[in-house]
């Protein structure tokens, strides 16, 4: 499923984004959905994960309490509320959809979104 993410930006240590994945095209409440960041030179890393099978939903250690995933049936999107935004949360942000349950199996990655925290 290809994926647009956007919502990315600068902002300052302590402060919120809210990025948004949707799939043109294809309706986002058939599929589990997962968010991904990758900085340049490091390995992908699993954010989130929302399963549209038994309504469960995952987060790494290193979010857990900071970012929420959510979806909007209505704007056919999922959402990734990021607070307390930390500069180790820099990173570009992929969104993937696949299956009904976490974890996503990701066999095509988007353009994905920069979220750059910084002073």
């Known amino acids: 499923v290809a994926l647009v993410e956007s919502g990315g930006g600068l902002v300052q240590p302590g402060g919120s984004l809210r990025l948004s994945c949707t799939a043109p095209g294809y309706i986002m409440d058939d599929y589990a959905v997962a968010w991904f960041r990758q900085v340049p030179g490091k390995e992908r890393e699993g954010v989130s994960c929302?399963?549209?099978?038994?309504?469960?939903?995952h987060y790494a250690d290193f979010v857990k309490g900071r970012f929420t995933i959510s979806r909007d049936s209505a704007r056919n999107t999922v959402f990734l509320q990021m607070d307390s935004l930390k500069p180790e949360d820099t990173a570009v942000y992929y969104c993937?959809?696949?299956?009904?349950?976490?974890?996503?199996?990701?066999?095509?990655w988007g353009q994905g979104t920069l979220v750059a925290v910084s002073s």
């Open positions: 929302s399963s549209i099978r038994d309504g469960s939903t």
């Open positions: 993937a959809a696949e299956g009904e349950i976490c974890p996503v199996v990701v066999d095509a």
